[in-house]
Structures are given as structure tokens and as C-alpha cells.
């Protein structure tokens, strides 16, 4: 290795995200992010805050922002942590709760960063199978793992888990912090926000680049009793003071506040997640049932690497993992209706149907 | 400790910042923002970026801001590295460049963020003395130490190294990474930037927060040849892939175009702080040689605490460090002429001159 590296790169594999295009006319239903634009009042809020202030330091604690998720989960300010994106959000998570002396585990099909946090901190992990149907079994998770931590929904599956099982893993493991990753909860799964109150330690983790249209914002926040937002706190103040800028907070609050706006976008992912899904299957796709903005799904008579290959070709992107057990599915991000309708008409075609 | 925290946070005691009033009418000289807007250049590339684009993630690599900062520098963009806030930077760089088998030396009077650091990561390290005038001696790093860093100009001391002083320290140790911590070098010493060709072992750091005026931004730099930036880049891949939205790419990449501006606001800075200099010179404060945009002075006759608390009555901001050797010592942020005037009055009202 580099002699000027630090010894704990030797093993670390960075996470890959899906391309951004930079130039060309693509559908692009890749990474997940929402068809619609941000509220209007998001964009009101930046356009407010982009003056003369940005010489000054944005606000280290986050309290407006912090506030408005509050507000909106019936929670308190100190129940709230905020950070760049969720990534970040579950970097410094892996950093507050586990330990390179703990064993941790979290699902094997899952998002793929979870692994390369923990080789990034020196954090032994045990990857547990999904069962066949790629539900998660509440079971899997056992006594010598002192940390876990999972998708609800899942991704890239699309699959959720129901809030009783989510409960069941938070009992059976009470005394070791549970982390529910729930970026994509607001497209139709149950939020574990209502468990907080009882249990200790779960952390609930979201993220404003899905339901709220700001992936280009960078906004995620962690939901928790005030002592595991406590320790978030410690490692954030600890790696960088000011972790969202101003615009961000300023946005990602107001969003937070449109709630109508809000329901109206994610109803309408929804609505056309569910005929597309009907309309996959017709083409003789198998699609597994998503609570999420994605789609995830399989086509027995082409291989999912062929199928993303020939639909770049005609300008569509979607996401393809070229890993065991996933590497026959698409991951396709919920468009807008008239997105859909050309993925569905070039996946005919590629198809001769 | 709380049982459901990582054992690592046992040792580590956060960074606190400088105070950020959030109401009332303050003089603020407290923690070394730019009295002056950010470009209007900068503020047109926001406000153009602001809008419905936010959807969609922001380009992982930054390729047009780190192409703007290696046209400025004459490097190439593989020598860049960007993040949020030259903290962020920092933190990666100890994640990248250090490691828990290795001692680390950095000056005992330096950023206070070091050592926090240094503790969240389980690095090693020995905060070496400054000689009796606060200058850093080259020769205080040893064989022994596998990494260094230093910031120049230094804070809180504002003095600066000479430069052949630097490349003195990058020889000594060529092979063992030397982090110089430039913060605050547009404001008149001289930067390390060409020595990056001859030392592979050179990593040099800014920010847009001070001579740029981007505090409520969040974007710090670090520059060195393709193998340092390609650490980076793996720590920060392993991290978080968007550590920087698309506002904050946009509006950097014009401040840093925008050459004319930049030149006329710390120019001015420059001539303010001399003036300032010599004016509290004039009230018998010993002021050290500052090459930054905050003077760092003490009164042999009132104590710092002292001074600190009346100008705080006075709504003026100062920057007081209650710490072994500094502890006699204001750090004055240098502001615009009428901002350093009513301080000035403040001090001789206080003083009873």
C-alpha cells in the first residue's frame, strides 16, 4: 500500500453510487430520487437565506431545522439529530454506537454503505441472509450481536418489514443499539417513530432526498431518545462543527413544513408505483411488493445486465448490481407517469413483446 | 458510560465553536468570518442552482468545483480534493493519513480541533511546545512522529511561518504525510501550494469560509499530488458519497473564479488589521505579528477574561480561550474599519484611557 496511508484504508471498498449523468437527455430512474420538484417553499426558504448572511457560520446546533422535524414527528428538539445526507447521518450512527470490540450485524442484501462503514471503522459484522423471499427474518439477528442495524423498507428489495416484527427485533435486543434506516418509509411502510418513547435503543434514521425532492440538498436526521441523539452529537461535534450549511437548513425546514405538499408528491409515487408494477408483470417481470420508490424486479427469459444495458442504450437509466443473489433484478426508480409509460414501452420493445 | 454508546467516545471531548448569536446587535469578532458579502458572482451561481434540480443528487466528485480551484492553483483537479467545510477535510485526512499504531505531533498552541481528532480516531500524538514568542521551530518534529500537521498561519496565534521553514519540515520528513493547515494564508503569508510537485508527502488545506467569505457554505479544499487526494477520496467514498449539495458546488466554484473580488476584500482586510494593529498597540496591548484576519493580543493590565466580559456588555463578540498559556490572550477577528473603530472605543472606554 502507499506509505503515506493510513493503515486502515488497507481494507476498506468504497461504496459506489449511481451514475449522474452530466450531459445527454436520460429518463433517469437510477437513484432513487423523486420525479417532482422540491416544494415551493423549500425553494423559497434558499432563495431567502442566499444573501449577504453566507459569510457568516450557519447555526452548529441546527435548531430550526432540528425544531421542525420535532414538530412534525410530535417529538422534541432533542430527540433530533440532523447531518449532510443520510449517509453522513449513518457514518457518524456506526461511529457513536459500535466499537471495533463488537461484533454488529445487519442483512446481506441490503444497502450496500453498511459494510463499508464498518470496514472504514474497524467494526466486525456479520452480513445475515434474507429467507428466499427476501423478507427479513426478526430471528436472524442473534445474542452476540451487539449492534444492529437494517432498511425498512429495505432496499434495494423494496420490501417492509411489518412494525410488529420491527419491535420484536427491538425487544428481543434491548440492551444493544438497533438502528431502522427508513429512507424510503414514506412511500406506504410504518415508521418505527412511535417505538422511540419505549425503547432505548432504537435509532430511527431518515432522509430529505427522497419523499422531499432534496437529494441535491444533502439533508438526513437520526430520531432517537435524547441519550443516543447525545452520542450523535458527541461524534459530530468531535469531526466537524458545521455539518449543513445554511441554504440546507434553511430548505430542508421549510419542506418539513409543507406538509401538503408533501402529501400530495408521495401519493402520487405511490399511485403510479402500483400500475407500473401491474404493468411490469404483465410484460412477465417478477416484482417484489415495494413500500418504497423503486421497483425491484426480475425477468425470467433476460438477464437484468442485458435488460440495463439495452435500455441505457435507448437513454433510460436504471440501477443494476452486478452482485450474488441481486444480480438478476433492476432497480427501478418510481418517475412520473409519462417516465414510466417509457420505460414500459422500451422494455417491450428490448423484449419483442 | 451510557451502555449503548461506542466505547470509543469514552476518551473524546468535543471542538466547541465560537459563539453563533442568534439575536440581538452584535459586533461579532469571534470567530473569523469576512466582514464582506461573498462575491455577487457567487450569490448569481446559488440563486441559478436553487431550483428544481435540487431533485436529483449533486455530482459525487465535484468535478466543476475542483476543476475551478486546480485552474486557480495551476494544478490539475486529480491534485484536489473538496468537502464540507475544511473540518470535514481535516477529519478525513486524519482518517486517511493516520492510524492508531502511529504517533502523531501537532503544535500544543494550535487549532484545538487536532487533538479532538485525533481522539475520535485513537491516534496517537504528542502536542509539541512553541517557543516562548508563540513561533513554531522546525526541529520540534521527530523521527518518531508518523504524521504531522500545523496550521499557517498559526491560530490562535495568527503568526506565520516562513516558508523555507515549511519545506525544512517537509524534508525532514519526507516520508511521513505533513499536513499544512492554511485556514488562513490569503491573508498574507505565504502557501505551500508550490512545493506539492516536489513533496509527495504534502498536503496542504483551505477553506472558503474566511478570505472568501462562505462561512454559511461549508467548502474546504485540500491540494497535494494524485496518491494524498486518492486517500482522500477513499475515506470520503466510504464516508459519504454527496458531501457537497448543489448549491454549495455551484457557489464556490464562482467565488473561486471570481479572482478581482477576492483580491479587493482581503486587501482590505489586510489594511484594516495593520491600522487595528497599531491602534491597539496604542493601548498597551502587545499585539503578535498576525498574518491572518484576527489579531491575537493581550493587555498587561486588565485580564483577557476580563476584557472579554466588558466587550461582551458592550455587544462586541470577542474570542477568548480560557487555556493554559493563551488564557491572556483576545482573539479579535478583523472586521470592517467602522467595526474595528467601535471596538477600539469599547477598549479605551474599558481601559479608562
Known sequence: MNPYWSRRLADVEPYV????PKEGQY?????NENPYPPSPKALAAIAAAAGEGLRLYPAPECGGLCRAIADFYGLTPEEVF????????LAMA????????????FPAVSYSFYPVYARLFDIPYDAVELREDFTLDPSVFRKEHRGIVF??????????LPLEEVEQILRAHRDVPVIVDEAY???????AVGLIGEYPNLLVIQTFSKSR???GLRVGFALGQPHMIAALDTVKNSFNSYTLDRLAQAGAAAAMEDQEYFEATRQKIIATRTWSAEALEKLGFTVLPSKTNFLFASHPEASAAALFGA???RHILVRYFNKPIVDQFLRITVGTDEEMKALLCALEEILGR
Open 213 to 215: 425532492s432534496l437529494a
Open 311 to 313: 435500455l441505457r442504450q
Open 185 to 191: 418509509v414514506d412511500f406506504g411502510a410504518d415508521s
Open 94 to 105: 456506526f461511529l457513536a454506537f459500535f466499537s471495533p470490540e463488537d461484533r454488529i450485524a
Open 82 to 89: 440532523v447531518g449532510n445526507g443520510s449517509d453522513e447521518v
Open 151 to 160: 432498511a425498512n423498507p429495505n432496499a434495494p428489495t423494496g420490501i417492509a
Open 27 to 31: 429518463i433517469k430512474l437510477n437513484t
Open 17 to 20: 453510487p449511481g451514475e449522474q
